[in-house]
């Protein structure tokens, strides 16, 4: 096992990775910009080493200078969290090369799931259905027509490289094919340095259901049930429950096996997120995320396992130490993400924390780095905490939820909890009875 993990992150996220290592008597660095001197990561770690200007790219995606860190305190391995260099398979092969293990997938892994259009293709020759669309990318308005004539209108163009919900644009009809195509792509080379776009069957009311995996060096793999991101905003999630209101047992269980099956097969390591769109009872990749979730604490309520602490075991070549048939699914759990953000306008709304007081009392976990007189710098995510709560079923889940964000204060900046509370008050909502564009419409309202 590792003696000391340097965490390649800031926030909650680096707080809850440094948890986990505290727990497996591992000692933890700290990494962060000169915005974040005062943060909670900082404080609580065994060492911190600054990195650079307030700017992520000169800092939190700054890989030389992470490394450095890691070579002047003695690290072993390094946790990128989420966000940031996560994802970037350059980074992960880098910190190989520089005798640090990587706490994730492969570079190989990573790279291929990176790409969309790999990943399609990857995933469907392991048995995992995907969404009809276009086999590769499609370069002129010719070609994506004939492609749409084939699957029928709408289509969604999307960015190879695309990720965080950019770079994607419906259209209805072939005219707006040819110059959404246009625009698509135009946005990809912009955002993402990839001009290339693929074309998919556009669904009208899919729910978004991923599902957890967790795989090791010697050839186990699980899944861990599966989460309901279905609430989003600009293909942003605000809310994820474990179990899905839509899912029955059989649906779950098979589509767990097909995910565990593929995982096995293509021989991932690490944690893991097949992320699908379910609609009429069918379900459809849309991508695979080769990293830790945001939303991963709402599983991990439910079926009793850490995480974050596999993903740390694994790397370090041990084995899982249970198989599918030991993992139990019990009760429901919701996660609320606390934006720093107006609830009616969502304009990011930095600044200084006053009075800060987290709810508690059973089933109730709060992930988050904030304190009484923190300042949320205005460098970087507005997500500034999570309220998790775990309960027997979905509606005592529902009743404790509601309990807990009556008693969360967060003073000196707007926040997101009166939309979660809005969401709550909804029939729709505590009927489980949405898709993925109704929390538009209903924020709209
Ligand atoms: P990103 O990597 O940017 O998050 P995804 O492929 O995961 O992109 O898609 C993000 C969101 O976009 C989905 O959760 C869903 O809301 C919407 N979306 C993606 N593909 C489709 C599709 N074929 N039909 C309808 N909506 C889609």
């Not at 809850?16 to 727990?23: G, Y």
């Not at 005062?38 to 770690?45: D, K, Q, W």
């Not at 899919?206 to 049930?225: F, K, M, S, T």
């Not at 009429?280 to 979730?293: A, S, V, W």
């Amino acid at each position: 096992m590792f003696d000391k993990v340097l965490i390649a992150n800031r926030g909650e996220i680096a707080l809850r990775i440094q948890r986990a290592c505290r727990e497996m008597g591992i000692s933890t660095v700290a990494v962060h910009s000169t915005a974040d001197e005062n943060a909670m990561h900082v404080r609580l770690a065994d060492e911190a080493v600054c990195i650079g200007p307030p700017a992520a790219t000169e800092s939190y995606l700054n890989k030389h200078a992470i490394l450095s860190a890691a070579t002047i305190t003695g690290a072993d391995a390094i946790h990128p969290g989420y966000g940031f260099l996560s994802e970037n398979a350059e980074f992960a092969a880098m910190v190989e090369e520089h005798g640090f293990t990587f706490i994730g997938p492969s570079p190989q892994h990573i790279r291929e799931m990176g790409d969309k259009i790999t990943a399609k293709q990857v995933v469907m020759e392991a048995g995992i259905p995907v969404v009809p669309g276009s086999s590769g990318a499609v370069r002129t308005a010719e070609e994506a027509g004939k492609i749409a004539a084939e699957i029928g209108y709408p289509v969604i163009i999307k960015a190879t490289a695309g990720g965080g919900g950019r770079g994607m644009r419906v259209a209805n009809s072939p005219d707006e094919l040819a110059t959404e195509l246009q625009n698509a792509s135009r946005e990809a080379k912009s955002v993402f340095g990839n001009p290339d776009c693929y074309l998919e069957k556009y669904l009208g009311h899919p729910r978004h259901i991923e599902i957890q995996v967790l795989a090791d060096n010697h050839g186990n793999a699980v899944h861990l049930g599966e989460r309901d991101c279905s609430l989003q905003r600009r293909h942003q999630k605000v809310l994820e429950e474990s179990p899905s209101p839509a899912l029955n047992a059989e649906q779950r269980e098979e589509i767990g096996q097909v995910v565990a099956t593929a995982i096995k097969k293509i021989g991932y390591r690490s944690a893991g997120t097949i992320e699908f769109l379910f609609e009429d009872g069918k379900f459809y990749f849309i991508e695979m995320n080769t990293r830790l979730q945001v939303e991963h604490p709402i599983t991990e309520m439910v079926c009793g396992i850490d995480i974050v602490r596999e993903m740390i075991r694994v790397s370090s070549g041990a084995p899982l130490d249970f198989a599918q048939e030991d993992i139990k699914f019990q009760g429901h759990s919701i996660e609320c993400r606390i934006n720093a953000e107006n609830p009616e306008t969502f304009v990011p709304c930095p600044g200084k924390i006053g009075e800060y007081h987290a709810p508690g009392g059973l089933g109730i976990r709060v992930d988050s780095a904030l304190y009484s007189g923190y300042t949320v710098p205005p460098h970087y995510d507005s997500m500034i905490s999570k309220l998790i709560v775990h309960a027997a079923t979905r509606n005592e889940c529902l009743m404790r939820l509601r309990r807990a964000l009556s008693e969360y204060v967060i003073e000196g900046l707007d926040t997101t909890i009166p939309l979660h509370q809005k969401l709550m008050a909804e029939p729709v909502f505590q009927n489980g009875d949405y898709d993925i564009h109704w929390l538009e419409k209903f924020v709209g309202k």
